[in-house]
């Protein structure tokens, strides 16, 4: 409210330098802290709306003050000597007779924002969770997760944006070369620059906020058009989705930024002064957000009107059980919540109820990504199974490399043990010479690694032995006709 007083005491002051009536006596043009008043003529009382920027005022009724005879604004009393003059606003207050409790805007909006943050970091995270488990895992590129995954991006640019905006802002009036801070605290915006900076980032949150939804109606369309024109689907695929659901934003998010450039270039375009510029953006997100609630609406009838045909084969506590899981998970994807925020009048009623309004409101906004999330990927049954096959290769492969190690450790061991024994076997032929030196007990005067090759060369032998052995049995046998002296012979071989 402070910030739109400020406009209109700067409007004021620039109509009070304007060239006054020509004629006649008359009171200036003056400030009285809450309303500006124009040029009156003596001896009238002028007369205006009250102040809708002012909470506690009543819009419909009207707030006097008077020009005296002599063109001065009548004072409070007598004895004031002032040029400002009395306003009567006895009857802006006619409607609130009792005092008021003084509702601490600046605590709610400290409490909002921070709610607002700590939403849009949460959804944020899961939002990048669930675009990487869908992108990495190649049997979950369907249709349908394709979409998925352009409406979480959608509102990964959202909640991204959102943060820049809030962490640069300042009191969310523009970025910091944008404002000029006085000793008294205060923050007054520069009137002189482009500002191009924080009206960029502004014109990128508005078109993030109208691509969401966009694509919260490209998914209802897609779930309308799957139930009634399934081959227009299968055939066409999801392109032209896309293209609209990216493309379609520009087509009102560029003629808003046209009419504030050249009609309402105000602060940071963050202030919405006019609201008939505003409802160049706001108009198309309501008329997607109807389309889409008629198209949840139509869904939920063909599910009615199947329960109808399907009683005979399923019972209707299942069934209806399971139509109701369904029509909840539809909701947050149609953003069937938006019709209740936007038939609420905002104004109408007290402060209390605008503040519940803007609580819940910023709730979904900054926590409907992590419900996304949540419902079309984390406890999407296909995600849950690609998640258990990948834990289970993983741990499989981590067994086998552990089977691996653990076989290769074996064979080392038994390595070992078989040099071991060898070891052992070569030190038995050989004594140990006193002065450290190995020592043949053979006859023959040979070194102790010639023992180590010895079982090789007895085996070689022995083939021989057995060879010669064999040739003398088949000789015989073909001398004395003894055909069982080869069995005998090997038998003793």
């Known amino acids: 409210m402070a910030l739109i007083v400020q406009k209109m005491k700067r409007l004021c002051e620039e109509r009070v330098r304007q060239e006054p009536p020509r004629s006649g006596l008359y009171c200036n043009a003056t400030w009285d802290g809450a309303m500006c008043w124009d040029f009156t003529s003596a001896g009238s009382t002028a007369k205006q709306h009250c102040a809708k920027y002012i909470p506690s005022f009543n819009p419909s009724e009207f707030a006097t003050r008077e020009c005296l005879p002599d063109g001065t604004w009548k004072p ?34 400290t409490r909002i924002q921070l709610m607002s943050e700590i939403g849009y970091g949460i959804s944020l995270a899961s939002l990048i969770v669930a675009v990487t488990i869908m992108i990495a895992s190649r049997r979950l590129h369907c249709k349908s997760n394709v979409l998925h995954i352009n409406l979480f991006c959608a509102f990964i640019l959202r909640a991204s944006v959102s943060f820049l905006k809030s962490s640069f802002f300042v009191d969310d009036i523009g970025l910091e070369k944008d404002i000029i801070r006085n000793p008294g605290g205060t923050i007054e915006f520069k009137e002189n620059g482009l500002h191009w900076e924080c009206k960029l ?30 081959l227009f689907t299968e055939r066409h695929g999801t392109r032209l989705y896309v293209l609209f659901g990216w493309f379609s934003s520009f087509t009102f998010v560029t003629p808003w930024i046209v009419v504030r450039i050249f009609k309402d270039n105000d602060l940071c375009w963050n202030r919405q002064n006019t609201g008939g510029y505003f409802w160049i953006i706001k ?94 990927c984390f406890l999407n049954e296909e995600v849950q199974n690609e998640i258990r096959k990948w834990c289970f290769k993983r741990r499989l492969n981590s067994n086998n490399t552990r089977s691996i190690l653990l076989s290769s450790w074996r064979k080392s061991s038994r390595r070992m043990s078989r040099d071991t024994t060898r070891d052992t076997r070569i030190s038995s032929d050989c004594n140990i010479h006193p002065n450290g030196t190995c020592t043949d007990t053979c006859k023959l005067n040979n070194m102790c690694h010639e023992h180590a090759t010895w079982p090789r060369k007895s085996r070689a032998m022995t083939k021989e032995k057995f060879k010669t052995l064999s040739w003398q049995s088949e000789h015989n046998d073909c001398v004395k006709g003894e055909p069982d002296s080869l069995t005998f012979g090997e038998g003793e071989v």
């Open 76 to 109: 409070n009393f007598v004895e004031t000597n002032n040029t400002v003059g009395w306003t009567n606003y006895t009857n802006c207050l006619r409607n609130n007779p009792k005092p008021q409790v003084p509702i601490d805007k600046n605590d709610h909006l």
């Open 201 to 230: 980032i502004v014109s990128i949150f508005m078109y993030s906020v109208a691509t969401s939804m966009m694509w919260i109606l490209m998914e209802g369309l897609y779930l309308h058009m799957l139930v009634y024109k399934t």
């Open 283 to 376: 108009a198309p997100m309501h008329l997607s957000i109807l389309i889409n609630f008629l198209f949840f609406i139509n869904i939920v009838r063909v599910l009615c009107v199947k329960s109808k045909l399907s009683r005979h084969v399923k019972s209707d506590a299942k069934y209806w059980r399971k139509t109701a899981k369904f029509v909840l998970v539809l909701l947050p994807l149609f953003g069937v919540v938006y019709i209740a925020f936007n038939a609420y009048p905002v104004g109408v009623f007290s402060m209390e109820a605008d503040f519940i309004y803007l609580y819940c409101e910023m709730f979904y906004n900054s926590f409907q990504g992590f419900v996304l999330a949540l419902l079309f």
